[in-house]
């Protein structure tokens, strides 16, 4: 079982459509939760970043963390065109007292289509 | 403020050469990352520096791969000889703290003949 797991789409929905993101992870251990957005050609810019459960609104984008259930989401509100790119979730654990860091895992991304 | 700038944005060049990828971090991030993505196998991280120093190196594919970084503004990642199964997209990333968000550069597109 791979530590990270996102369905890799391609999700293509209507303008304007409510779009729903998620991945699920398997250490518990994980307490930062971080969505990157990728057009293409280009590199991952940082979306929204929370730490352990609970909800993140940011305009059009909520993030939600369920630790319980060891499942993040992505929430895109009145999808655009411009919305359309590749969506990658990330997290990290608490750095330990052996090590000052702990490496951030990438899901592999779902790619979204907005169409107009 | 200027974000991470790879260089080149595109390379090709055949199997057996050397191949020099460079990066600048944000001024001011402490950390600094290389990571290569394919579409078979997602985003991977490949080496990690913090102040300068390679901290994890795990992630190298092989002897073939080398990273160094001079100085806090300078990075560079090496294969030598380059394969063809070295081609990729090949991202540097910097970040303030450990575990924080990152800044990704715009990638080097890398093709070996």
């Known amino acids: 079982q791979k530590e990270v797991e996102q369905d890799p789409g391609p999700l293509s929905v209507p303008e304007g459509a409510i779009v729903s993101l998620n991945c699920t992870y398997s250490?518990?251990?994980?307490?930062?939760f971080m969505w990157y957005r990728q057009y293409s050609r280009k590199g991952p810019e940082l979306l929204m970043y929370t730490y352990s459960s609970g909800n993140k609104e940011d305009g059009r984008f909520t993030a939600q963390v369920d630790k319980s259930s060891k499942y993040i989401s992505l929430f895109i509100r009145d999808s655009q065109p411009s919305d359309s790119a590749t969506y990658l979730c990330a997290m990290s654990s608490i750095p330990s007292m052996k090590t000052s860091y702990d490496k951030v895992i990438f899901g592999p991304g779902t790619s979204l289509s907005v169409i107009p | 403020d200027a974000g991470v700038i790879q260089s080149p944005r595109h390379e090709v060049t055949e199997m057996g050469q050397e191949v020099t990828l460079r990066c600048k971090p944000i001024?001011?991030?402490?950390?600094l990352f290389w990571y290569r993505q394919t579409m078979m196998r997602g985003l991977e991280l490949l080496i990690y520096f913090n102040n300068n120093v390679p901290i994890d190196d795990s992630g190298m594919p092989e002897d073939r791969f080398s990273a160094k970084m001079p100085n806090a503004s300078f990075s560079t990642l090496k294969i030598q000889p380059s394969e063809p199964r070295d081609s990729a997209v090949y991202f540097c990333?910097?970040?303030?703290?450990?575990?924080?968000?990152?800044?990704f550069g715009d990638g080097t597109r890398l093709s070996i003949l």
């Open positions: 250490n518990s251990a994980f307490q930062y």
């Open positions: 001024s001011g991030h402490d950390y």
């Open positions: 990333a910097s970040s303030l703290a450990a575990a924080g968000p990152q800044h």
